[in-house]
């Protein structure tokens, strides 16, 4: 069969096998920005993270697989400058549309972290006793900030009220939200006291439930790895270090969703976003082996 290449599509291609009913996976982009407080640019992130996909390989080293095969659909980009108010419940509609394919795994390429608010509470519904892997530099534990319940610094907030939220790569904190860490549904591995990823792994494992949302923000990776971020911290999961991370959780829970979020492309640069596509099409291979 040939193929035919559509650079508006993650990794490049379109088939029989990458349509709604068929494929394993979903890609919608999310090219959301309202509230980014530091460096500008992640509503460009999801386009470029796309046009970088078609840079990867097929076939992944790793898993020794070619993941695509099993059929990763892209959808048109979900974005808006209406007012939050408005665009949130739009974004959540859309989400839980998603999930009526029963056999597809949704991914969610943003975009600013605020969107997990709406992409979330779906999965929480659909998926009794539902937890959320959250990989980040920041709690995002804010109640509001700057004027704003939809800011990226209360990503996790309103979810953490009703689900069990697992926190890694934490490395910055507000006053207000370390009285939220490591309490009632929140769980918190701090960077500097979990240092070693062996250690961790089976912590984050434990405190886990058996269905997982893993909600990423890039800038829980080291900025040595992904400088292009809203909020850039040092002291991060190195690329081999998140990944291990992540392929215990595929292999060893139920991952029905996933997002990406706060890349925000580089003049000059394409590490960013390439690592961005990178992750996300090796993250399809890990859940791809688990089956």
């Not at 509470?121 to 900030?145: C, M, Q, T, W």
Request: aromatic fraction near 10%; charged fraction near 20%; proline fraction near 7%.
């Amino acid at each position: 069969m040939t193929e035919t290449v559509d650079t508006s599509q993650f990794i490049g291609m379109r088939s029989g096998r990458s349509t709604p009913e068929r494929c394993a996976f979903m890609v919608l982009p999310v090219p959301y920005e309202k509230t980014t407080s530091y460096c500008k640019g992640t509503a460009r992130g999801p386009e470029a993270i796309i046009s970088a996909s078609c840079q990867i390989e097929f076939w992944d080293e790793e898993t020794k697989t070619e993941t695509w095969k099993s059929g990763i659909y892209t959808l048109p980009p979900f974005g808006s400058k209406e007012s939050p108010e408005k665009f949130f419940p739009r974004l959540e509609k859309k989400a839980e549309s998603l999930l009526k394919h029963k056999n597809a795994v949704p991914f969610f390429l943003g975009g600013e972290h605020s969107i997990s608010q709406a992409l979330i509470p779906p999965f929480i519904k659909k998926y009794p006793g539902l937890s959320v892997l959250h990989f980040d530099a920041h709690a995002d534990l804010r109640n509001e900030y700057e004027g704003s319940k939809h800011n990226h610094a209360c990503a996790l907030y309103p979810i953490s009220r009703k689900c069990r939220v697992v926190q890694t790569g934490i490395r910055s904190v507000s006053h207000d939200e370390h009285h939220l860490t490591g309490r009632g549904n929140v769980k918190t591995f701090f960077m500097h006291e979990h240092p070693n990823v062996s250690g961790l792994i089976p912590k984050v494992l434990a405190a886990l439930t058996g269905k997982v949302y893993l909600t990423i923000d890039m800038d829980g990776f080291d900025p040595s790895v992904i400088p292009g971020t809203g909020t850039p911290q040092p002291g991060g999961f190195t690329w081999l270090e998140g990944l291990r991370l992540f392929k215990a959780i595929c292999l060893k829970k139920q991952v029905v969703g996933v997002d990406i979020v706060e890349i925000s492309p580089q003049k000059n640069s394409v590490i960013s976003e390439f690592a961005a596509a990178k992750l996300a099409y090796r993250l399809m291979g890990y859940l791809q082996l688990q089956k």
